[in-house]
């Protein structure tokens, strides 16, 4: 019996001392992959058997690794950067990639490597981490696309901190399986499209920055539901376009919000004014207009710091002034003012910056140290304690038998669920109307048919979003591919006006706009169907064309297509038709390196030139037309140019380099000043600078230049920009 007890023991310790033997193992191999030219892994050796006692590394009183956080100080500039680290030591970081051993520490609950020189991918393995509480990796060279990264594991995260590095893409859906998220920061990354409506769903969010991304639409109703515990928005220096979302009044325990350098139109929506905690209110850089009155800030009885420079406000200053009595730093400037106060007193822009980080500093770092001491705190006793073979035993077969439970209890609640599904009848549905059809594509199209082939417009089969509402890729029949764009209930006017808008899009043809199949127009619901072009759009292209041939051949056949394309709109359409939102995602490719235009003539038909409402997308848009509103074919020409300057260069319209210049600095001043000092050759990326050839690109800068000049008098037309292209073809 004794001997039996003996063997059944070490049948149940022989696990534990493997897994403690295979995590040692594993960290060694990670130490491995960094280059640690510091010594800060110096503890991390053969001589320390004891890997729960290595810098930088904790265990739970499993003797299992349940935290991993080294700090580094690796050197950044953006001035977004919300949370940062005070560190003597400039050069202690670590560098080299992160290992997919990372996978091997099972319960690990921290892992923080923030402010290194990590470079690569973020590996797969990190994603199946199904105990992480805190993945931070902030300030590194991260590089990788956000909506491929499966968050589904991660359904105990609580912060997501991945800030400045060099992700990009779009939100993925697995991220809303993250129900747990108090922290979240995207900041200081490419980031693109919507931000998504699951957002909401993040209802013990207390941090959330998104700012310095190309982030370029907000749903209405986004802040409705879920923000009651949000005290940090930053959405800052993005393309966020239409109306502040009034939902933002929702969010009661707001103490900043910063929603400064967008795109945002029309008036401050007195709901913001209900605010009562609200300390930090900073929304300069965008297309507010309207009056500014003390009862738009109402109840913000703490604010602070008020930044509403670089609008097209007006204002009672002296009433605002009276109603804000804990001001301590006030910018309206660039407005249209009237006042009887001496506003240059109280405009101090860069004590208002030095101030907003200094709240945001204090009250993020705070946020973060407490959730970070909170999770995953180490047992004290478990470095130098030897547990006993009886507890070590007892403590195994109870997590044996809690394990095996637990598993029949998920695996019955799954067959349980999946039976309860396999009776819906999910092909019940009430519409049964046809989709109205311009071209045939030999399938009988109906509203029934595009919501089954769409799953019900899931996420999964979403190819992109845009101002006027997200596209979903459909198969209508076996190798019969297509695209549905649904819009967005806030864009369209009504069923009727839509009608006979659309009508006239049906009938345009050529060769280098995309086919509009048909569409479906109701109270509740409206969208376009299109043939599917399976090369992405160019904003993709861009950004990936470094793993790609792309030389002067492609680069000018593109810029012909989409040239071509819009001098056809402006010129032989009666009456002639506007874009208004020219940029790479409007830009789709096909599979031999053709361009297409997309979301033409959703804007507006134009017939008189005038706009009440700003559209497009900020970097983009033409100076006059920010300013004024007003609106012509010289417009679409302004944001040509800025997208062939982004296809020869390796700068976006906004790039984060240009933040170091003074306000308003774009790739279009970017360009013309190389241009200027002789330094064309400069602004080619690297692949077109190797291959030549230089006379045809610099003919070629001239074109995107003379496109983006301030006098609209002095652009050409896009039938003119078609005929200089012709003349340097390859």
Not at 171 to 199: M, W
Not at 499 to 515: C, F, K, Q, V
Not at 556 to 567: P, Y
Request: net charge positive; glycine share 8%.
């Amino acid at each position: 019996m004794a001997m039996l007890s003996l063997s059944i023991l070490l049948l149940i310790l022989a696990p534990i001392s493997g897994q403690f033997s295979d995590e040692r193992t594993a960290l060694f191999q990670l130490r491995n992959s960094f280059s640690d030219t510091n010594g800060i892994l110096e503890t991390w050796n053969e001589a320390n058997s004891n890997h729960c006692s290595w810098s930088g590394v904790s265990c739970n009183s499993n003797l299992r690794v349940s935290r991993i956080q080294i700090k580094g100080n690796f050197p950044k500039s953006e001035p977004q950067l919300l949370v940062r680290a005070n560190f003597s030591d400039p050069c202690r970081t670590l560098r080299g990639n992160l290992s997919g051993v990372i996978g091997k520490l099972k319960e690990i609950r921290v892992l923080s490597l923030p402010h290194n020189g990590l470079v690569g991918e973020i590996p797969v393995e990190v994603w199946g981490l199904g105990n992480l509480e805190v993945l931070n990796l902030e300030g590194n060279d991260f590089y990788g696309d956000f909506s491929r990264y499966n968050f589904t594991c991660l359904r105990s995260l609580r912060i997501l901190n991945l800030g400045f590095n060099r992700i990009f893409g779009r939100f993925p859906s697995s991220i809303r399986q993250c129900r747990r998220l108090e922290v979240l920061n995207i900041a200081g990354n490419a980031i693109a499209g919507d931000i998504p409506g699951y957002f909401c769903g993040f209802c013990r969010l207390v941090v959330a920055n998104l700012s310095s991304n190309r982030l370029i639409g907000t749903d209405s109703s986004l802040f409705r539901h879920g923000c009651k515990r949000l005290e940090h928005l930053d959405l800052s220096y993005n393309s966020l376009a239409g109306e502040i979302p009034r939902s933002l009044g929702q969010c009661r325990r707001l103490r900043t919000l910063r929603l400064s350098s967008n795109a945002f139109c029309g008036v401050i929506p007195y709901d913001i004014g209900r605010l009562r905690r609200l300390e930090v209110l900073d929304i300069s850089r965008n297309m507010l207009r309207g009056h500014l009155s003390p009862a738009n800030l109402g109840e913000c009885k703490s604010l602070r710091v008020l930044n509403l420079a670089r609008n097209f406000l007006t204002a009672d200053v002296d009433g605002v002034l009276g109603q804000c009595k804990n001001l301590r730093y006030l910018n309206l400037s660039s407005n249209r003012l009237s006042t009887t106060l001496d506003i240059s007193k109280n405009t101090v822009s860069g004590e208002i910056a030095s101030f907003i980080t200094d709240i945001c500093n204090r009250s993020l770092s705070v946020q973060l140290i407490r959730l970070q001491r909170k999770i995953g705190e180490p047992d004290r006793g478990s470095r130098n304690r030897q547990l006993s073979i009886r507890a070590v035993a007892s403590i195994v077969s109870v997590s044996a038998v809690a394990a095996i439970l637990v598993t029949l209890l998920v695996l019955f609640c799954c067959i349980k669920r999946r039976r309860i599904e396999s009776r819906i009848d999910v092909s019940a549905s009430p519409y049964t109307e046809k989709v109205t059809v311009f071209n045939d594509i030999g399938v009988p199209l109906t509203y029934e048919t595009i919501v089954e082939v769409t799953e019900n417009f899931s996420r999964r089969n979403c190819i992109g979003s845009g101002g006027f509402g997200s596209t979903y890729r459909a198969e209508a029949a076996p190798g019969n591919t297509i695209a549905v764009k649904r819009l967005t209930g806030e864009r369209h006017q009504g069923a009727v006006q839509f009608r006979a808008e659309i009508a006239t899009l049906g009938r345009i043809r050529h060769p280098n706009l995309i086919t509009l199949i048909g569409y479906y127009a109701s109270d509740a619901e409206m969208f376009l169907v299109y043939n599917y072009l399976p090369g992405g759009n160019l904003d993709r292209f861009i950004g990936e064309r470094e793993r790609r041939m792309f030389d002067y051949r492609k680069l000018h056949k593109i810029a012909v297509d989409v040239a071509s394309a819009l001098a056809y709109l402006h010129e032989e359409c009666r009456p002639g038709i506007l874009h208004r939102d020219i940029k790479p995602s409007n830009i789709l490719l096909d599979n031999d390196g053709n361009a297409y235009l997309s979301d033409f003539g959703l804007s507006k038909i134009v017939t008189d030139g005038n706009s009440t409402c700003i559209a497009g997308t900020y970097g983009y848009i033409a100076p006059e037309y920010a300013l004024t509103g007003r609106v012509s074919d010289k417009t679409d020409v302004y944001s040509y140019g800025v997208v062939l300057l982004e296809l020869m260069s390796d700068k976006r319209a906004l790039d984060p380099s240009f933040h170091s210049h003074e306000d308003g600095f774009n790739i279009v001043s970017w360009a013309r000043m190389l241009r200027d000092e002789d330094r064309a050759e400069d602004v080619f990326a690297a692949c077109l600078r190797e291959l030549g050839p230089r006379d045809s690109l610099v003919k070629m800068l001239h074109i995107a230049v003379l496109c983006t000049v301030e006098s609209v008098d002095s652009r050409p037309t896009m039938k003119e920009v078609v005929e200089k292209l012709q003349q340097i073809q390859p």
